[in-house]
Nanobody
């Protein structure tokens, strides 16, 4: 099985920076697609940034130019560097990893796993 653990949330002032991490552990063979999502109170969960194994990335218009998604494939970890934070970035941030792991039978199996969420609060 695969576990996904997030870290790095917290409190920042407007204009400040935070970096989120999302690590997959277990018999992970690789992460194909990775995404960061966020959900503010009363709002639906929205995609913030995504990264594919081919190196392509995609960003929500509201964060483009301020947030950067990156990955360390050797560590099965993705990051979200958030700069120039705004109060409207306040939300619970979730990562989602899609990849494969090795089962007890030695065969590859797919996983599609969400992190537990981490709170990001930006004060004005």
């Amino acid at each position: 099985q695969v576990q996904v653990v997030e870290s790095g949330g917290g409190l920042a002032q407007a204009g400040g920076s935070l970096r989120l991490s999302c690590a997959a552990s277990g018999d992970v063979g690789g992460v194909n697609t990775a995404g960061w999502y966020r959900q503010a109170p009363g709002n639906q969960r929205e995609m913030v940034a995504s990264s594919r194994i081919d190196g392509s990335t995609n960003y929500a218009a509201s964060v483009k130019g301020r947030f950067t998604i990156s990955r360390d494939n050797d560590k099965n970890t993705i990051y979200l560097q958030m700069n120039s934070l705004k109060p409207e970035d306040t939300a619970v941030y979730y990562c989602n990893l899609v990849g494969y792991y090795y089962g007890t039978d030695g065969y590859r199996k797919l996983f599609d796993t969400w992190g537990q969420g981490t709170q990001v609060t930006v004060s004005s």
